[in-house]
């Protein structure tokens, strides 16, 4: 009863379902190790030591679906949101080993699929292997941290708002990667038409696909991939 309080308490913020599962699985570990130290202390350590095993060599799967997402360096990310102010970006501050960053991935890869043109991207930083661009941006990786994802709008290469915001503590506020709150706080749907209407001089003349269209030739390996 004890550990079916403590995950629904923490399934409250899940919002897929291999994250409830995850979750049932990590604080069911968690109580077997109690009950096999309870038992025998030998066993608790072989089933700590098997958990730690397991953990080292079975790493959760990355997303490898469609996406029109740029992955930065740290070298290339203040050089990218500078080269066009007319250009909006979109950008998620990543670590691989974050659960909910693994989570977020493909709802970040669909909103990209449905809201990318010419005036507004999207793209990704590696803040676990480029820690100067957590420095620089402020974006805490401890493993204790809150703040991963962190999605961050600029508009003409400065930051407009960012999502979860950081308190006077310095503490970051919760909030719930979900798509719906993604479109309604960061206002997709009238960045992209106000996008569409500032896009480049050299992409006026071509036609925008229906988004159906677009996903479609995605699911046909038109996908663009830039890394």
Not at 5 to 30: C, D, L, P, W, Y
Not at 96 to 110: G, H, L, V
Not at 210 to 219: N, V, Y
Request: glycine letters at 6%; charged letters at 25%.
């Amino acid at each position: 009863m004890f550990l079916s309080a403590i995950v629904m308490m923490k399934n409250r913020r899940s919002i897929t379902v291999e994250q409830h599962i995850g979750n049932i699985f990590m604080f069911s570990k968690v109580a077997n190790a109690i009950l096999f130290f309870r038992l025998d202390i030998r066993m608790g350590l072989l089933y700590l030591t098997l958990c730690i095993v397991f953990l080292m060599t079975c790493k959760p799967p990355l997303y490898m679906g469609p996406e029109y997402i740029k992955y930065f360096s740290d070298k290339t990310i203040d050089e990218e949101l500078e080269r066009d102010k007319r250009v909006t970006w979109i950008v998620e501050f990543f670590a691989n080993w974050s659960s909910e960053c693994q989570s977020f991935a493909p709802i970040f890869a669909d909103l990209s699929l449905k809201y990318n043109c010419s005036g507004l991207h999207f793209g990704k930083v590696d803040v676990g292997r480029y820690t100067d661009v957590s420095t620089r941006y402020k974006v805490s990786t401890s493993p204790l941290t809150k703040q991963l994802p962190t999605l961050i709008l600029f508009q003409g290469g400065t930051e407009i708002m960012r999502r979860p915001q950081i308190d006077k503590k310095g503490r970051a506020v919760s909030w719930t990667f979900s798509e719906e709150n993604v479109i309604r706080e960061f206002n997709l749907n009238e960045l992209y038409q106000k996008a569409k209407k500032q896009s480049k001089p050299r992409d006026e003349g071509s036609e925008e696909l229906p988004e159906g269209q677009a996903a479609a030739g995605l699911a046909n390996g038109e996908t663009k991939k830039e890394k």
